[in-house]
């Protein structure tokens, strides 16, 4: 299963950008997706994940700024980014778990895309 990404880029403190990440791959059945973020010598962490019931999940440090939506039909997970801070700043990362339908099951990661975020 593979995950592309897009929608990274530099942006000014309070700007918003709008990440999105589509799986492609036959049969799939996703349980679950979400965005990661790694920031320079800093350890990866999830910054919000959704599973196909539309429960969501975050960090507290974007509550209130960040939104994660997902597209069912077009296996697509979004992550709308509002009121950007300089500490959002981190390679942000997709990850998808589910199954392959009467197949095996799967958890994949994305190449990472870059959110710089000036101040």
């Known amino acids: 299963v593979q995950l592309v990404e897009s929608g990274g880029g530099l942006v000014q403190a309070g700007g918003s950008l709008r990440l999105s990440c589509a799986a492609s791959?036959?049969?799939?059945?996703?349980?679950?997706m979400a965005w990661y973020r790694q920031a320079p010598g800093k350890q990866r962490e999830l910054v919000a994940g959704?599973?196909?019931?539309?429960?969501?999940n975050s960090a507290e440090s974007v509550k209130g700024r960040f939104t994660i939506s997902i597209d069912d039909a077009e296996n697509t997970v979004y992550l709308q980014m509002n009121s950007l801070k300089p500490e959002d700043t981190a390679v942000y990362y997709c990850?998808?778990?589910?199954?392959?339908?009467?197949?095996?099951?799967?958890?994949?990661w994305g190449q990472g895309i870059q959110v710089t975020v000036s101040s």
């Open positions: 990850n998808a778990a589910g199954r392959v339908v009467a197949g095996p099951p799967f958890n994949s």
């Open positions: 791959g036959s049969a799939l059945s996703i349980y679950y």
């Open positions: 959704i599973n196909v019931s539309g429960r969501t």
